[in-house]
């Protein structure tokens, strides 16, 4: 290994191209010096599988060399490998380096990290003080609050962890996939939710009244209850 090493020169070129976008089209650039041409051997998917495995032509422009890999190729997050020859001085020369697929095009940091975090760390907290609020509250409209309070909340949460998996969790599609569907779906049973505790509200207000006109006219509040609850059955 060492040997072949030796007698076939590594050109000079970049060991990574950066990072881009899931699902656009990447140009790999390639720099070999007084060379007569430039082919890339071999690109690699993350999980190692091939997407070129022959020589393929570069575009040539000055020391430069080009090649646009379609957007159709770039589907899978993770780092993809790029291998190549050319002729650089007259000499059968090899280059490699890889690039980064990300669902934004942005490389996921510590900073990014904490940031998710704290939020997501911030929104349980809040969620748990809509249940606390929930269950001791005896105000019937404050507790209503709370469960479309708390229901925003959950909808964050999800947000959070579905934008978290993205970045974090790239080897994980199905997770990504299922917290992006769970998200879209709170989404659209919002309004259902508002309507249908709006609709309860005015129901359990109309009981009340109900149960306080029986009791206005002498009858016992568990039995002004029984005959409420009777007459819905």
Known sequence: MIFLMVIIPMASAQT????FAQNSSVSLIQTCDNSTYSNITRILYPNSTFIINSQ??????GDNYNYILGYNWTQDTGTYLVYGVCDEF???????YDFTITPN????????AVFYIGIFLVLIFFFAICIYAFVNFDNLLARVAMIGLGYLLLM?????????????????PFLIEMLRILFWVMVVGFFPLIIGGFVWYLLLLFKIKEINNLME??????EAERRTSGRRR
């Open 217 to 222: 006219h002498g009858m016992p509040m568990d």
């Open 105 to 112: 095009g942005e490389e996921a940091t510590i900073g990014t």
């Open 16 to 19: 990574s191209l950066g990072t």
């Open 90 to 96: 007259e000499d059968y020369t090899s280059w490699q």
């Open 56 to 61: 393929t032509n570069m575009t040539k422009s």
């Open 156 to 172: 964050a949460v999800t947000f959070i962890g579905w934008n978290m998996a993205q970045d974090f969790l790239t080897s994980s």
